[in-house]
């Protein structure tokens, strides 16, 4: 069974901080490379940071000294800590492996927003 559940979204002020909390059920994602994905309205639904099974990063350059992926191989979860948001960082954030896997979640809102 395949399961990705996002959570930890929500309103924040520019230049706060929110780490949000994927948890992916299947074996299938124990060791691909994750990644997390976002949204913007009317925008293409885009990589922003991945990690490998062994702990290998990167990052889209948008987000790049500001986000932080990590993952919990035991768990199979993957965080991703996001600092010195800024109002353009407001999307619908995704997980899911990289290439992604046919199967989305529901997605964790994120707003950046004074």
């Known amino acids: 069974q395949v399961q990705l559940v996002e959570s930890g979204g929500g309103l924040v002020q520019p230049g706060g901080s929110l780490r949000l909390s994927c948890a992916a059920s299947g074996s299938i994602f124990s060791i691909r490379t994750m990644g997390w994905y976002r949204q913007a309205p009317g925008k293409e639904r885009d990589l922003v940071a991945s990690i490998t099974f062994h702990g290998y990063t990167n990052y889209a350059d948008s987000v790049k000294g500001r986000f932080t992926i990590l993952r919990d191989n035991a768990k199979i979860t993957v965080y991703l800590q996001m600092n010195s948001l800024k109002p353009e960082d407001t999307a619908v954030y995704y997980c899911?492996?990289?290439?992604?896997?046919?199967?989305w979640g529901q997605g964790t809102q994120v707003t950046v927003s004074s």
């Open positions: 899911n492996s990289d290439p992604p896997y046919n199967t």
